[in-house]
């Protein structure tokens, strides 16, 4: 069974930094795209950032510039480093990816997210 774990969301007060993580665990084969979305109140899902499993990145227009995504293929695991946060930064944030498993389909997961806050 796979799974994307997320961890590092929390409370930040305006202007400071998190760092989330998202591993896929189970029997992994190989992980593809891997991608942060995040959904505040009463708002769409939303793309946040994206990375190939080459390291090519894009990012949506409200995060540029303070946000980085990176990945550790060794470990099967995405990061999303996020600074100068903003209190319209705040939502659920979750993990994304397409890999395949012990049936070697391609399959998308979505992890169960974590809540970003920022708030003084």
């Known amino acids: 069974q796979v799974q994307l774990v997320e961890s590092g969301g929390g409370l930040v007060q305006p202007g400071g930094s998190l760092r989330l993580s998202c591993a896929a665990s189970?029997?992994?084969?190989?992980?593809?795209?891997m991608g942060w979305y995040r959904q505040a109140p009463g708002k769409q899902r939303e793309l946040v950032a994206a990375?190939?499993?080459?390291?090519?990145?894009d990012y949506a227009d409200s995060v540029k510039g303070r946000f980085t995504i990176s990945r550790d293929n060794a470990k099967n695991t995405a990061y999303l480093q996020m600074n100068s946060l903003k209190p319209e930064d705040t939502a659920v944030y979750y993990c994304?990816?397409?890999?395949?498993?012990?049936?070697?389909?391609?399959?998308?997961?979505w992890g169960q997210g974590t809540q970003v806050t920022v708030s003084s």
């Open positions: 189970g029997t992994v084969f190989r992980v593809y795209g």
């Open positions: 994304n990816a397409d890999l395949t498993g012990a049936t070697m389909s391609l399959v998308n997961y």
């Open positions: 990375i190939t499993s080459g390291g090519s990145t």
